[in-house]
């Protein structure tokens, strides 16, 4: 999220860790443009009128860098020409100020969902494990298993991406935020968790990728 003032910032990103959303800041917009560069994110969300650099112009920027990340603007009411540059210039959403903040939630899951991913239920799914993202609930062969915060949102990354390796760093990135104090030993454990919760009944598996990651995969495939 790009936004220089500070108080709403700060504000917000406290809203969406609360609802699990992982949020790093910027308050101008050159510091803002080197992030969203990052193919880190779900979502970028930016503010139009910001000190250096406009939201406009990084997400020109980011487009003309063949960067697809949904953008989301935020916009003063006073701006309504700007809302129109910015949904022609490729803006997926935009939100007036001052908005309430389920709108914002909800237009942020709206964005990160996509269609081709996510079944009606809005559970993802893979091999013969679903996960129930906003319960944050396993389940294998109709057996629900609670996880933690933490462990739903690793899931949910692993089940996005399935049979891609992901590296510890990435992982670090999209589930702790890069200003997060987690370390990759925080990684570690949690896939450590997940394996426990994902157990002997599952058939898929999250596998070490020794020096790079972990890719979480079919089990068969290594009987074939
Ligand atoms: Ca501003």
């Known amino acids: 999220m790009v936004e220089d003032e500070k108080a709403l910032a700060t504000a917000l990103s406290k809203i969406m860790s609360k609802n699990n959303i992982a949020v790093d800041l910027a308050y101008d917009g050159e510091e803002g443009l080197y992030l969203a560069q990052k193919d880190i994110y779900d979502v970028i969300i930016l503010d139009i009128m910001l000190p250096y650099k406009s939201g406009l112009e990084i997400l020109k920027e980011l487009r003309r860098l063949n960067k697809k990340t949904p953008v989301l603007f935020l916009s003063a009411r006073d701006t309504i020409e700007d809302r129109v540059v910015g949904l022609d210039s490729g803006a997926d959403d935009y939100l007036i100020k001052p908005f309430a903040t389920e709108e914002l939630l909800a237009r942020i899951r709206a964005l990160v969902r996509r269609p081709k991913d996510l079944l009606d239920d809005n559970y993802l799914e893979f091999g013969n494990v ?14 629900r298993k609670k996880l933690t915060v933490k462990e739903n949102q690793l899931l949910e990354l692993f089940m996005r991406n399935p049979r891609m390796v992901l590296s510890k760093e990435l992982i670090l990135d999209r589930v702790w935020g890069i200003d997060g104090t987690a370390m990759e030993n925080s990684v570690e454990i949690y896939i450590h968790y997940l394996r426990k919760k994902l157990g002997s009944k599952s058939d898929i598996k999250i596998e070490t990728v020794r020096g790079i990651g972990y890719v979480l995969k079919e089990k068969r495939i290594d009987a074939q």
């Open 130 to 143: 679903k996960l129930y993202i906003d319960s944050g609930e396993l389940e294998i062969n109709n057996n």
